[in-house]
């Protein structure tokens, strides 16, 4: 047995003689680098390929006899994969012929410069981001569809959904979002506290705590936590049935998933994401009167009584007001990735971590779109 080879012999166009083993095992890889060197200088001429000689042919080595005979293009005639090729036993006739069809062009494409591909990269993130943000559009066009149907059609109600996902994304989030509020309620009544004393003024820290829990910190960090929490569940499961094909199944039994899966979800996280930030901003209260009593000698009925004085009621409906728009940003974001999730449990990953990033954005831009309004309103 020989190892693969070829010749090439003169003539008024280049005509290449291919003897041995031409297959994986036997090194074809060895003359690769030649067979691409003579490719490369017979492109605008025809070409022969002899294989009288060969001996064993595998599917690599009809790709490479198939690219060269190609050579881009230039020698190809079209529904005749096996033009140009002489002596060809039937058995070999099959692998070029299914190498002819799956041969990629090699039709190489001079680079940019590097400034223009800066420029392309740019130029197609902003229409990837375009794109996607209508598509985000209307998935919550048909969210706010479905939930107005059910005002009309309450059948379409799954109410043991809603509750079972009330308990996962709001109940069973209340340790996390209130130990983090009982510590940003510390945070700032130390650091207000540490700033205040420079200027005599150490229990205005009480005015500090109170306004800034209830009316940002609250509902906009719980809407942080839960946005990481139960934002990338709802992708992770929703993408798992979708990978599963389990939701192609519900679509097949009639069921919509938009009634099965979403809705519930955007309904459970409406209504406890306004009772988590109300808890928020009470263990954020405790947290800064803590603080106060223990490190500023303010006592808790002096901390009470000067919330209740200065604080209004107005600090407390902004945030509440708020809480809404971001449970139902997060859950749209959240279940929009999911259904979009196909192919591979990598997309599964890209898409819970792409629905992480948007969701707090969403959350940011509404809090700080929120702001501006309040303010416009001297509210």
């Known amino acids: 047995m020989s190892s693969a080879g070829f010749t090439i012999a003169e003539g008024s166009s280049p005509r290449l003689v291919v003897h041995g083993r031409w297959t994986i095992g036997d090194g074809i890889t060895k003359i690769d680098k030649a067979i691409r060197d003579f490719a490369a200088t017979t492109l605008d001429k025809p070409l022969a390929i002899d294989m009288s000689d060969i001996e064993a042919l595998d599917t690599s080595g009809a790709m490479i006899l198939q690219r060269t005979m190609q050579a881009c293009g230039g020698r190809t005639v079209e529904g005749e994969p096996l033009h140009g090729f002489e002596q060809v036993e039937q058995h070999h006739k099959v692998l070029l012929e299914q190498a002819a069809s799956n041969l990629i062009s090699c039709e190489v494409h001079p680079r940019p410069p590097s400034i223009l591909v800066v420029f392309e990269r740019v130029g197609k993130a902003t229409e990837n981001i375009l ?81 800034s829990v209830l009316r940002e910190f609250g509902v906009l960090l719980t809407a942080i936590l839960i946005a990481g929490r139960s934002g990338s569940s709802f992708t992770a499961s929703i993408g798992s049935m979708k990978l599963r094909e389990e939701i192609d199944a519900m679509t097949a039994m009639g069921i919509d998933p938009l009634d099965a899966l979403v809705v519930p979800r955007a309904l459970a996280l409406l209504l406890a994401m306004p009772c988590l930030a109300f808890f928020a901003g009470l263990l954020g209260l405790i947290g800064g009167g803590a603080v106060c009593a223990l490190a500023l000698d303010i006592p808790p009925a002096l901390f009470m009584a000067r919330t209740q004085e200065i604080i209004v009621i107005d600090n407390f409906v902004v945030g509440m007001v708020k809480a809404p728009f971001f449970a139902f940003a997060i859950a749209v974001i959240g279940c929009y990735h999911g259904m979009m999730v196909e192919g591979s449990a990598e997309d599964l990953g890209r898409r819970t971590t792409v629905a992480v990033v948007q969701s707090l954005f969403l959350v940011i831009l509404t809090d700080a779109l929120f702001a501006i309004f309040f303010m416009e309103l001297d509210y």
Do not use: Q
């Open 131 to 211: 794109d996607e943000a209508l598509h985000i559009l209307s998935f919550v066009g048909a969210v706010m569809a479905r939930m107005g149907a059910m005002i009309t059609h309450p059948n379409r109600l799954r109410p043991t959904a809603v509750v079972s996902h009330m308990e996962t994304a709001g109940l069973n989030a209340l340790l996390i979002v209130g130990l983090m509020s009982f510590l940003i309620g510390a945070v700032v009544a130390f650091m207000g506290a540490t700033v205040l004393a420079e200027f005599g003024a150490e229990v205005f820290a009480v005015e500090l705590v109170g306004i």
